[in-house]
């Protein structure tokens, strides 16, 4: 059970894959229009996410090295396909909201890159929960995103006009340079806050960096450049499989 | 020759100029268009000039304190170097006078931190911060931007008029007793200022000569009204081609740095002009031209670069 929330912690926090990795620009960047957009989207490819890694864990001793990769797409697509066939029936606003960016939730490099260095390395659960980490992680920085872009690109939230009449909105923040802007606000920001920790461990004397045997974990601002920079869990995973390939 | 020289390393001429002076006779310069503006709109554009250029400095004083803080001792401040007066003034000559006035804040705020100062300072900024926000500000709020409606003078802009075929006074144009923004209308004044700059050597006609001369062109070729005078000197004088050429496109940051790249820059910039401005939706387009051809600029460099000497034709460049 542990692993499980450090897996969650890992997916939302230390490793989001919007603000951290910088995983899925795409989807980021074009739905976020709206806080709803975002969180649908984000949702969306958590559903996604959490099920293809729960059966590529499951399958990781049956499918061969050499053919994971279609074997994954394949996988990937049959979820994304039944996902976007209940989104027609059940919330087809959000359907059309979000467009052709459902069906592209398939090369999403985020599914395909937990897929490859976790799901298939690893147990069932971690797995799972990995899975739900990420794409919570990827649904809240797109929910950030999209909020910011609603908030004052339109003067509303969620739909909501939140803001008083005499606010004029900055129509700029509503399309594609405004995505920018946001995303690269809120990355840095991020940024600083990760910053500011080991400074703080720094003065109580704990978090010293000392090669990469003590790697702190924070790769976002790791000047390293460790062998397990961004997948810290992979060079623990081959070595308990041994079957990871040559990725 | 059988005196000794004094040896020394280059460079063995040097000029008094720094940038503060640089910016400090651009500033003089842009005084008479400013200066028509507010005597053309009224106290409020002197209010706008105020707020757009006090909020370029603040920003600018403000990230200096705030980046400087932790390596302490040195200089703090980049403000005395002028260009955030340029940045704060060629702005506020960029919007219309009846703009809500914390408009002209935002558009400053963006323009020294967003598009100068994260990018690295002076020198660094790979478009004219000034028309960058402008063009933020276009895109945000068109409605504002681009209600020329005050108390002087109500309706469209000449150019607008142009655009849908209407008549126009170029006389009352040149002189700038028109609509538009605050330091446009007056060709007038931005052709004393810009002699000023040309009188002083900041500035050459190789940019604004190539410009406007491609322009003129193409205005002569696609307007539709052939060599017109009255329709070419309309366009001339009509929106921010002036001050977009004199003051804008020679920017020294954002243009090309070799001579040729120089006159090829004032093309691109006249041909993007002309095709917005004749075949776009809008009547006007300098804006845009000039931050596309910003742009450009890092291209049109590489590919104008003078061949180094001893290098043959067609050897190494630069």
């Known amino acids: 059970m542990n692993r499980a929330a450090e897996r969650l912690h890992n997916g939302i926090i230390k490793e989001n894959p919007t603000l951290v990795l910088m995983l899925g620009m795409c989807p980021t960047l074009a739905v976020t229009t709206s806080a709803v957009n975002g969180l649908g989207m984000g949702l969306t490819t958590t559903v996604v996410l959490a099920l293809s890694n729960l059966i590529i864990s499951l399958l990781r001793g049956i499918i061969p090295s050499r053919v994971r990769i279609p074997a994954f797409i394949v996988i990937i697509a049959s979820f994304v396909t039944s996902v976007q066939l209940m989104l027609e029936a059940y919330l087809p606003f959000l ?145 308990k499989n041994g079957s990871a390939g040559d990725n | 020759m059988s005196e000794l020289y004094k040896v020394s390393s280059n460079p063995h001429i040097r000029s008094g100029a720094v940038t503060s002076t640089l910016m400090l006779s651009v500033v003089l310069a842009l005084l008479p268009a400013a200066g028509f503006g507010v005597y053309n709109f009224g106290p409020r554009a002197l209010a706008v000039i105020g707020v757009s250029v006090g909020s370029t400095v603040l920003t600018e004083y ?188 020679t920017d020294y940051v954002t243009r090309p740095i070799t001579i040729r790249g120089q006159y090829v820059f004032g093309i691109v910039l006249g041909l993007l002009t002309g095709i917005f401005r004749i075949f776009g939706p809008g009547a006007e387009g300098v804006s845009y031209a000039i931050i596309l051809g910003n742009l450009l600029v890092p291209l049109i460099e590489k590919y104008t670069m003078p061949v180094a000497f001893g290098h043959g034709k067609g050897g190494k460049r630069g």
């Open chain 1, 95 to 239: 359907n059309k909201a979000l467009g052709m960016y459902i069906p592209l939730i398939v090369v999403n490099c985020i599914i395909l890159g937990r897929a490859e260095s976790y799901a298939y390395s690893n147990p069932v659960l971690p797995s799972l929960f990995d899975g739900l980490g990420m794409g919570l992680g990827f649904t809240l920085s797109l929910t950030c995103i999209g909020a910011l872009r609603e908030l004052l690109g339109a003067g509303e939230l969620f739909g909501f006009g939140i803001l008083p009449d005499s606010f004029e909105p900055i129509r700029i923040f509503g399309q594609a340079p405004g995505a920018f802007f946001v995303l690269a606000g809120l990355v840095a920001l991020q940024n600083y806050l990760k910053e500011r920790k080991p400074k703080a461990g720094q003065k109580t004397g704990s978090g010293q960096k000392a090669g990469s045997g003590s790697c702190s974990g924070d790769c976002g601002s790791c000047g390293d450049g460790c062998s397990t920079r961004f997948y810290d869990d992979k060079a623990s995973g081959t070595g």
């Open chain 2, 62 to 249: 403000l990230y200096g304190l705030l980046r400087n803080r932790k390596s302490g001792g040195g200089k703090k401040t980049t403000v005395t170097d002028l260009s955030a007066v340029v940045t704060g003034l060629l702005l506020a000559l960029n919007m219309p006078v009846g703009i809500p006035l914390w408009m002209p804040v935002l558009g400053g705020v963006f323009a020294i931190l967003v598009v100068k100062l994260l990018f690295g300072g002076l020198g660094q900024n790979f478009m004219n911060p000034a028309l960058a926000a402008r063009c933020l500000m276009l895109i945000s709020f068109p409605a504002a931007m681009t209600a020329f409606d005050c108390d002087a003078y109500t309706g469209a802009t000449p150019l607008a008029v142009l655009k849908e075929g209407g008549e126009v006074d170029v006389f009352r144009m040149a002189a700038g007793f028109t609509g538009g923004t605050i330091g446009e209308t007056s060709m007038i004044a931005l052709l004393a200022g810009a002699c000023v700059l040309l009188f002083l050597g900041v500035i050459d006609l190789r940019i604004p000569g190539s410009y406007i001369v491609t322009f003129s062109l193409f205005v002569v070729l696609f307007g539709g009204h052939g060599a017109d005078p009255a329709y070419l000197g309309a366009q001339l004088a009509g929106g921010g081609l002036m001050l977009g050429a004199f003051f804008m496109a």
